[in-house]
């Protein structure tokens, strides 16, 4: 199958999956019951390109404290195509959450950040959006960079980082069709630098804002962050191990 196929088969299967999106709060669903939020990241060691660490934590909510977390080297099959992260992806995902779901059912989360985004994508449907369907869990995206959509074509890195020096808090994601696509957040304290939050699933734009603003320490959330931590610790691991190796 050539390149040019596997994009047209995903972009198929993308548009059917979003067809199952949810943009808004399960029913009944109110954030003072919320008690474990979850952080998921995945870092490929340098030198092995078919790679990777799977990070997933589990922390409580408000306090943000550990309460389980799960790394592990996976080997991937399918080509990173942009705009098609997910498929890449989504199968260490799935093995995390068996495996999470499999030794404690009871700490999988009520809210999951997802490292990357969500509505916010050409499509619509981003790496958040694609695990929070395929898993049927509630996500979140969060990227660290701004994703250029030609709908938002008004709006860039610099000219957003130029509005919160100014004093902004956040600000809408609003193309020129209407659609909004998420907000771009400022991070507590001094720094101007936003994070960009978007619908993944099952929980509306505005929730999905004010979870990040209350799982956030530094400029990225607490269960992104620590997965982060975790999947790079675990890549520099196996990028030493290959080091001694070629060395012995």
């Not at 991937?76 to 499999?102: D, H, K, M, N």
């Not at 860039?156 to 956040?170: S, V």
Request: glycine share 8%; proline share 6%.
């Amino acid at each position: 199958m050539t390149d040019a196929d596997v994009t047209r088969e995903w972009a198929l299967q993308q548009a059917e999956l979003r067809e199952r999106l949810r943009e808004t709060d399960d029913p009944g669903f109110a954030l003072s019951e919320l008690r474990r939020v979850g952080g998921v990241d995945i870092s490929y060691p340098r030198g092995h390109p078919d790679e990777a660490v799977v990070a997933l934590t589990i922390l409580s909510f408000p306090a943000l404290k550990p309460l389980h977390q799960l790394t592990f080297a996976v080997h991937i099959t399918e080509p990173y195509v942009a705009g098609f992260l997910a498929f890449r992806e989504i199968a260490a995902y799935t093995q995390a959450f068996s495996r999470l779901q499999a030794a404690h059912p009871e700490l999988m989360p009520q809210a999951l950040l997802v490292d990357g985004n969500g509505t916010l994508h050409p499509r619509g449907f981003g790496s958040a959006c694609h695990l929070g369907v395929v898993l049927d869990l509630p996500t979140i995206g969060v990227a660290k960079n701004f994703l250029h959509i030609d709908d938002l074509a008004g709006n860039d890195a610099r000219a957003l980082k130029a509005r919160f020096r100014e004093g902004a808090q956040e600000v809408e994601l609003r193309g020129e069709s209407g659609r909004v696509y998420g907000v771009a957040v400022r991070p507590p304290g001094a720094a101007v630098n936003p994070v960009f939050v978007s619908v993944g699933h099952r929980f509306a734009l505005r929730t999905a804002v004010e979870v990040v603003r209350r799982c956030s320490v530094f400029r990225v959330p607490e269960p992104i962050r620590v997965a982060d931590l975790l999947s790079r610790e675990q890549a520099r691991l196996i990028e030493q191990a290959a080091e001694n190796h070629q060395g012995g």
